[in-house]
């Protein structure tokens, strides 16, 4: 099913969210609740994810995810790196 692209938008008709179309959506619904939170500016989007909103208590449901920055891969690379270089020279420790 193909569905067009839905435009959420304010009182004064300014355009808040576009969806963009779908082929091989499902089709939307016409009398669809829209609800919104804020979230504090300042929230990591690098280190979470937010899976969903519970409806209940209006919180994100938030998950950890393992990314790392460039400083960080490069501090892990070397790590690994010094850690083979004493397997070699010892012989085997790791």
Request: aromatic share 8%; no cysteine; glycine share 8%.
């Amino acid at each position: 099913m193909q569905v067009g692209n839905r435009i959420y938008h304010n009182q004064k008709g300014e355009i808040l969210f576009m969806s963009g179309e779908m082929d091989n959506g499902v089709a939307r619904p016409k009398d669809e609740e829209v609800s919104w939170i804020d979230i504090p500016y300042g929230f990591d989007f690098t280190k979470q994810i937010i899976l969903s909103i519970d409806v209940e208590t209006k919180q994100p449901v938030i998950e950890l995810t393992n990314y790392e920055t460039p400083e960080e891969k490069r501090i892990r690379e070397l790590e690994d790196a010094l850690l083979l270089q004493a397997e070699n020279e010892v012989g085997g420790i790791l």
